[in-house]
Every structure is written in structure tokens, then in C-alpha cells.
């Protein structure tokens, strides 16, 4: 983790949800959905949804958040399927959903990516793969921001296959 994103990740963690609600309750596993959180495209829905969660899988997705900002500039974000989706122009790229006792990142075409990220998540498409973080400890955000950059370049789901 960086200096940068521990500051993000300090500073987040004191907030209410943006409905001034309890933190979601966390799906053991995937259903083909991580939350209840609505569908919606821009970047106050995805900080809404990471502000829902619950320690420790909103100081990981708020790390997630924070490198993929850092990782592509010009990152898109929206919450699909109960999830933060992450996408540049053409398409999206991962996906970061909380779970109970972890949050997975997955990457839509994760098995185009090198190294071949090791997880292969259920119901996400077989070209899927991703990692299961369980604590900001599992955070490799070299590896983290290498995945992010490959899948950039071959964007995916709504948008064209470069």
C-alpha cells in the first residue's frame, strides 16, 4: 500500500454510508451478485458502495479504488451486478466485489493477462480470473497495478475487443 492510498483508506474509514445506514451484509459467495448496491455509472455510486461495506473489505476496496485511479488515469467507473466495475474507453476492464471475508478483484479477461491471475471466479465468464484478497496484508500492489494496466489495454463487456 502506498502512503497515498493509506491516507484515502484513513481517511474514508470514520464515514457513515452514504445513506447514513449500517454497513451491507456480505454474501458468503458469488450469486451473480456481491451486494444490493443499484446499478448506477460514475464514481459517487462506486464510493458509495465501498463506503457501505463493512472493515476489513472497505479498507481493500478503497486500496482497489485507489490504485486503478492511480494505475489508469483516465479509469471509468460504475456499480454493476452489486459490484465496483472499473473500465477505460471501450470497454470494462475488472471488477472488485466484497464478499464475507474477502473482497475478489477479477479481471474480464483475466486469462489474456500474464501472469495468469490465479483464481477463477463462479459466474463471471470463463475467461475470467482474478485474486481473493482477505486483508490489506494480501495487497501486492505491483501485481495489482501490472493486471490493471494489461486488462486496460483489451477492454471488454460494452465496449470493442482491441
Known amino acids: 500500500m ?3 492510498s493509506t491516507k484515502r483508506v484513513a481517511g474514508r474509514q470514520g464515514k457513515k454510508t452514504a445513506q447514513g445506514k449500517t454497513p451491507a451484509k456480505l454474501l458468503v459467495a458469488m450469486t451473480g ?5 443499484k446499478t448506477a455509472k460514475g464514481a459517487e455510486p462506486v464510493f458509495a458502495y465501498i463506503a457501505s461495506l463493512p472493515q476489513p473489505q472497505r479498507g481493500i476496496a478503497e ?5 486503478a485511479a492511480k494505475s489508469l488515469p483516465d479509469i471509468q467507473r460504475a456499480v454493476k451486478w452489486g459490484m465496483a466495475y472499473y473500465g477505460v474507453k ?5 471488477s472488485s466485489g466484497a464478499f464475507a471475508g ?3 478483484l477479477m479481471f474480464i479477461r483475466g486469462t489474456e493477462i500474464k501472469p495468469e491471475p490465479p483464481v477463477t471466479p463462479i459466474g463471471m465468464g470463463k475467461s475470467t480470473r482474478g485474486v481473493e484478497l482477505a486483508s490489506v496484508d494480501d495487497f501486492d500492489e ?3 497495478a501490472s493486471w490493471m494496466k494489461q486488462a486496460a489495454t483489451m477492454p471488454f463487456v460494452g465496449g470493442k475487443k482491441r
Open 2 to 4: 502506498t502512503p497515498q
Open 33 to 37: 451478485k456481491a451486494s444490493a448496491a
Open 63 to 67: 486500496d482497489i479504488d485507489a490504485l
Open 90 to 94: 471501450g470497454g470494462w476492464c475488472f
Open 102 to 104: 474477502l473482497v475478489k
Open 142 to 144: 505491483r501485481q495489482l
